[in-house]
């Protein structure tokens, strides 16, 4: 087995070749002048195993392309299999036809991956779990929330109230209250289509506790802003944020810091700074 170290992923993929004893293949990328992506495969594939790590963070549609592009290029090389480790799977948010005429992003971006040869494609909570079925790859759904309350349970953080916002909140909640070994609560949120804004509420007494937050991804930080505000506003002692996947769009960490969050924290499918626990040992699981 090889370990191809996608452009996008290159820590999460030494991590995974460690966990995995596999080499690591790198490859080079650029850009040509024009704007096309180019990318190089350096090193032997032919008759391995490949694991293909390239997250789909921003730039989603150069890191799509480069993921599309090596697939192809390591099948042409004669790679015996290739499972695509995506940490973050972009496109999942638009995982139905909200509005008339609209693609159906997540389900072209699966099709996609099939037409270029990956056998299996290994992701981290994707947003839209209830289209897997509809996948044309197979597809596994690894979950990395009891990873963020372990992390939190090590930084000290003891029987706090877990509230999650969303319609897969009261899920995510229960899951690492359950780690924690702590209560929880579901918060209602809505976001207006038109210009983005998204309101919260809560049907429970934070007053004193220690409240976590706990989300699969933040984006642009409106939604967990909007739920630090609320928690302070009912009188949460301490406020702790932590989501799977940061992608911590242009000004969301000061936003949600701003708000009132006193620490914010993820796992490393998207590298950011707030980067503190890693899915790499579980994804590893997924491989052996
Ligand atoms: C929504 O369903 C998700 O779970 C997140 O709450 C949402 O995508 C976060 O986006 P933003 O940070 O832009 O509010």
Redesign the pocket.
């Known amino acids: 087995m090889k370990v191809v170290s996608g452009v996008s992923s290159a820590d999460l993929a030494a991590k995974l070749s460690r966990f995995l004893n596999a080499p690591v293949v790198n490859v080079e990328s650029k850009r040509f002048p024009d704007g096309e992506s180019y990318v190089r495969v350096v090193g032997a594939v032919a008759g391995e195993e490949v694991v293909l790590v390239q997250g789909l963070h921003p730039p989603q549609d150069t890191h799509l392309t480069q993921l599309l592009l090596l697939a192809d290029c390591l099948n042409d090389l004669g790679a015996s299999s290739i499972r695509a480790v995506v940490p973050y799977m972009a496109y999942a948010?638009q995982d139905r036809r909200f509005r008339d005429g609209e693609a159906v992003s997540i389900l072209t971006v699966l099709k996609l991956l099939k037409t270029v040869g990956v056998s299996e494609l290994i992701t981290v909570n994707i947003?839209s779990p209830w289209i897997l079925e509809k996948s044309a790859v197979p597809v596994r759904n690894v979950d990395a929330t009891g990873l963020l309350a372990s992390y939190l349970l090590q930084a000290g953080v003891e029987k706090p109230l877990v509230l999650s916002?969303?319609?897969?909140?009261l899920e995510m909640a229960a899951s690492v209250a359950s780690v924690m070994e702590t209560d929880y609560a579901h918060v209602e949120?809505r976001?207006n289509l038109e210009d983005?804004r998204?309101s919260v509420s809560v049907d429970a007494d934070l007053g004193g506790r220690e409240v976590v937050l706990v989300?699969?991804?933040?984006?642009?930080?409106?939604?967990?802003?909007?739920c630090v505000e609320l928690a302070r506003r009912k009188g949460a002692a301490r406020v702790v944020v932590a989501a799977v996947h940061g992608?911590f769009?242009g000004s969301?960490v000061e936003k949600i810091t701003s708000a009132g969050a006193d620490l914010v924290m993820t796992t490393d499918t998207v590298p950011n700074p707030y980067a503190v626990a890693s899915v790499a040992g579980l994804v590893a699981a997924q491989l052996e």
Not at 215 to 226: L, R
């Open positions: 948010r947003h916002p969303g319609k897969k909140g949120s976001r983005g998204v989300d699969d991804v933040i984006s642009t930080g409106e939604t967990m802003a909007k992608l769009v969301s």
